[in-house]
Nanobody, 119 residues
Framework: QVQLVESGGGLVQAGGSLRLSCAAS????????WGWYRQAPGKQRELVGS??????NYADSVKGRFTISRDNGKNTVYLQMNSLKPEDTAVYYCNADVLSRNWRNEDCWGQGTQVTVSS
């Protein structure tokens, strides 16, 4: 089993910053790619950004403000969020494409962490 645990969410004023972390644990051989998603009330879950190999991709709504990075040795991915806006308020989820030590590819999700940006 592979588990993902997010942390770093909270309350912040508009214009502020937060850094989210997502740590994977369990029977991991490698993590091929990471994604950050978010879901606001009444809206569909959307892809915020991803990192795969040396390539990062971002939704237009966060481009230039958010940065994804990873620490492969710690099996951890980060989402640095700057210049936060009220419309960034959502539950943020991390996702990992994991090759487990059972030689299975698993699509794993964290439990989510709330980010609330006040105006």
């Amino acid at each position: 089993q592979v588990q993902l645990v997010e942390s770093g969410g909270g309350l912040v004023q508009a214009g502020g910053s937060l850094r989210l972390s997502c740590a994977a644990s369990g029977s991991i051989f490698s993590i091929n790619a990471w994604g950050w998603y978010r879901q606001a009330p009444g809206k569909q879950r959307e892809l915020v950004g991803s990192i795969s190999g040396g390539t990062t991709n971002y939704a237009d709504s966060v481009k230039g403000r958010f940065t994804i990075s990873r620490d492969n040795g710690k099996n951890t991915v980060y989402l640095q969020m700057n210049s936060l806006k009220p419309e960034d308020t959502a539950v943020y989820y991390c996702n990992a494409d994991v090759l487990s030590r059972n030689w299975r590819n698993e699509d794993c999700w964290g439990q989510g962490t709330q980010v609330t940006v006040s105006s």
